[in-house]
């Protein structure tokens, strides 16, 4: 028969198993980018410098300009065209900023750009335009919207255009299998994994929401949801090594609150102050 104080020391033992596989799933990377010290106190314009009431929308060529002119970082979100070209867009349907029904997935190049933006006159910019329009004045986080399937097709495809840009860019997901593309073909790049604490999510939200996918690729920062910044996890892998990064901003009062928890700031609808 097993004494208590051998189930003591079974139920320790069980516990620092757990421990020690917790701790093995959520760590960040290891190394220290050199890109870090870009990233830290940095400004980033969420898709953009926009303001859809004086004409400029988001991910929009004039808004990244906007934001050049300004002088703030960018982040923009890209898709994969079902005839493998690699445009900026942000949601994974189109009614809300083109009117029209589908997933910019689903349509080719030339359909996308008979779309106008925000019922204006912008249409959806390429990557290659958007990395034109910057010109690498300013860094730019990346974020790849994969709609399902295997990552590799997009990241492929974005990794031609941006072979030759001499600009400063970061990656970042929700979806673990870029940043383990990543991890795999490109480990100069610094890479960052997308999160909230998705509470009222499918399991695979929550367990995004807790970083638990991190072994997968091992990321260097972690941007993570203004309003959800106090979830264990993200402490926890802040703790361990991550660079913190928040979004989205709305207003200078919350980047003011949330200095002690996050490094970089992607906001939206205000000039923040630097």
Request: glycine share 6%; hydrophobic share 45%.
């Amino acid at each position: 028969m097993l004494t208590d104080m051998m189930w003591i020391i079974i139920v320790v033992i069980c516990l620092l198993v757990l421990a020690g596989l917790y701790l093995f799933m959520v760590f960040p990377a290891l190394r220290c980018h050199s890109d870090r010290k870009i990233l830290d106190g940095l400004y980033i314009a969420h898709r953009g410098l926009h303001d859809i009431e004086a004409g400029i929308p988001e991910n929009s060529l004039s808004a990244f300009k906007m934001a050049v002119d300004g002088g703030f970082a960018i982040e923009n979100d890209i898709h994969l065209t079902r005839d493998g070209e690699v445009i900026v867009f942000h949601d994974d349907d189109l009614m809300r900023m083109c009117s029209v029904s589908g997933s910019p997935e689903d349509m080719t190049l030339s359909e996308l750009k008979e779309l106008k933006l925000g019922k204006t006159e912008e249409r959806i910019p390429t990557l290659r335009e958007c990395l034109d329009t910057i010109d690498g004045k300013v860094p730019l986080l990346i974020e790849f919207k994969v709609k399902s399937g295997s990552a590799a097709p997009l990241c492929i495809a974005a990794e031609k255009v941006l072979a030759d840009y001499k600009g400063k860019y970061f990656v970042q997901s929700f979806y673990p299998f870029v940043l383990s593309w990543y991890k795999k073909n490109r480990k100069d790049v610094l890479r960052g994994q997308l999160s909230a604490a998705f509470k009222g999510d499918k399991l695979h939200m929550r367990l995004l929401g807790m970083l638990l996918f991190n072994f997968f690729a091992r990321p260097d920062f972690v941007s993570y949801e203004n309003e959800t910044k106090n979830a264990i996890g993200r402490r926890i892998c802040t703790m361990l090594g991550a660079f913190p990064v928040g979004w989205t901003f709305k207003n200078q009062a919350e980047v003011d609150a949330s200095k002690k928890d996050f490094k970089s700031y992607i906001f939206e609808g205000f000039l923040p102050k630097r």
